[in-house]
């Protein structure tokens, strides 16, 4: 199982979310601290949200397999700039959540994960559990572990870490 971390504003649904996958019933709690599960690591939102605070979303995204963009559908206005995958080197997925939300505007959401540079967007719902079995399912699938030369190997070819080498191009022995 991938090891997502979670940012994004408070609110924004990523305590939820981490409850929804775990299959249990929803309880607010205010998430206080960054908090290291098997599978998740949630932050609280004021990590996003202020400036002194967003460069620990970097650092504690290096524990991390994928990191997860979390933002509700109902948010009136995005925190995060384009390029904002630049100081993280992890595959960058982004979660929008509050989807069941009357006041919900999923393309204008994800538009702005585009624009952030989320290579997937998942669409889910904490509350009726819309879209938890997909992100599950994309999670499942372990990233091969790689040693320090095909790390590099992979720089060298312009490739990200996480990306899948070309056809017919293998790693030199
Ligand atoms: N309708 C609806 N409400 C949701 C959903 N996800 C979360 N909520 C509600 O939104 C509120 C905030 O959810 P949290 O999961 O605590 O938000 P958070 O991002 O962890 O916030 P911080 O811990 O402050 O960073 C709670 O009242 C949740 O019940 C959802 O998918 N749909
Ligand atoms: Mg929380």
New binding site residues.
């Given amino acids: 199982m991938k090891k997502m971390f ?1 940012m ?13 996958m775990k299959g249990e019933e ?1 309880h ?4 206080q601290y960054t908090d290291s599960g098997e599978d998740t690591i ?5 990590y996003a949200e202020s400036k002194w605070f967003s460069v620990g979303l970097a650092c504690f995204s290096f524990e991390a397999d994928v990191v997860a963009v ?1 933002q ?1 559908a109902d948010e009136p206005f995005n925190l995060f700039c384009d390029g904002s995958h630049s100081f993280i080197q992890r595959p960058l997925i982004g979660v929008i ?5 009357p006041y919900a505007n999923i393309p204008m959401v994800r538009q702005w994960l585009m624009n952030i540079g989320c290579e997937r967007i998942f669409l ?5 559990r819309d879209g938890i079995d997909e992100l599950i399912e994309y999670l499942k699938e372990d990233l091969p572990p790689l040693t320090m030369e095909q790390a590099i190997f992979k720089q060298q070819l312009g490739l990200n870490e996480w990306d899948p080498l070309p056809e017919g191009v293998e790693y030199p022995a």
């Fill in positions: 979670l994004g504003r408070s609110e924004a649904g990523k305590t939820s979310l981490v409850q929804a929803l607010y709690v205010k998430t949630d932050s609280p939102g004021e979390v509700a959540t509050k989807i069941d939300s889910v719902s904490n509350v009726t």
